[in-house]
């Protein structure tokens, strides 16, 4: 069965404090793994896509990076304003994409 | 760009009653998507169009239509709502199977009573 399995399911960090986000995933036929951060109230905005094994994507603070089974999002001398909630979804073959249940990451001053 | 818009943001039905959800989008995307976002699971798929005129089903349907009958807005129906359906609803859309970013709307309350 198609799974996408994210941890921790909440992460506390001072600020300054790196640290990094898991995105496991079983699914036949990868076409796809997006991170998206969502923060309260508000719907999720697109933070990167990734297509194969050894991929990585930066964008400021954060990077994202893709194995054949996981993906990690790792958060380089996090702020308060990265607090949010930070979701993984995988394409799967057909038209089906399957989301995590998201980390809520929360960085103290 | 307004991006995806959704109509009304909050909103509190009684069991039985009906409502529409309006998704609006000025990207010119050919795919569009409806989400339910429930306390501790992921976006699950309603339904979903990849064009004008055309709607299909995703993960949970159940007690849910929708129509596109213009490529800019995706319409969600709930002709009977229950207390199951309370939850939050984001629409979203995509350029197409090449492009498959997807962009969401800020999203509709729903409290059913």
């Known amino acids: 069965e198609d799974q996408v399995t994210q941890s921790p399911e909440a992460l506390r960090l001072q600020e300054g404090e790196s640290s990094s986000l898991n995105c496991s995933y079983t699914?036949?036929?990868?076409?796809?793994l997006f991170w998206y951060r969502q923060d309260p109230g508000k719907g999720p905005e697109f933070l990167f896509t990734?297509?194969?094994a050894g991929e990585e994507k930066e964008k400021e603070r954060l990077k994202a990076t893709l194995t054949k089974k996981e993906s990690f999002l790792h958060i380089t001398a996090p702020k308060p304003e990265d607090s949010a909630t930070y979701l993984c979804?995988?394409?799967?073959?057909?038209?089906?994409?399957?989301f995590g249940a998201g980390t809520r990451l929360f960085v103290k001053a | 760009n307004a991006g995806v818009t959704q109509t009304p943001k909050f909103r509190v039905l009684k069991t039985g009653q009906s409502m529409t959800l309006l998704c609006a989008q000025d990207?010119?995307?050919?795919?569009m998507y409806w989400y339910r976002q429930d306390p501790g699971m992921g976006l699950r798929l309603i339904h979903y169009?990849?064009?004008?005129?055309?709607?299909a089903k995703g993960e949970v349907p159940d007690g849910y239509n929708v129509s596109r009958l213009k490529k800019q807005n995706f319409l969600l129906g709930l002709e009977s709502a229950a207390p199951s359906q309370t939850s939050v609803y984001f629409c979203?859309?995509?350029?197409?199977?090449?492009?498959?970013?997807?962009?969401f709307g800020p999203g509709t309350r729903l409290l059913v009573l």
């Open positions: 979203a859309s995509s350029r197409g199977l090449a492009q498959e970013t997807q962009y």
């Open positions: 990207m010119n995307h050919e795919y």
């Open positions: 979804a995988v394409r799967a073959g057909g038209f089906k994409t399957i």
């Open positions: 990734l297509y194969s």
């Open positions: 169009s990849v064009g004008e005129g055309t709607t």
């Open positions: 699914v036949s036929g990868l076409r796809g």
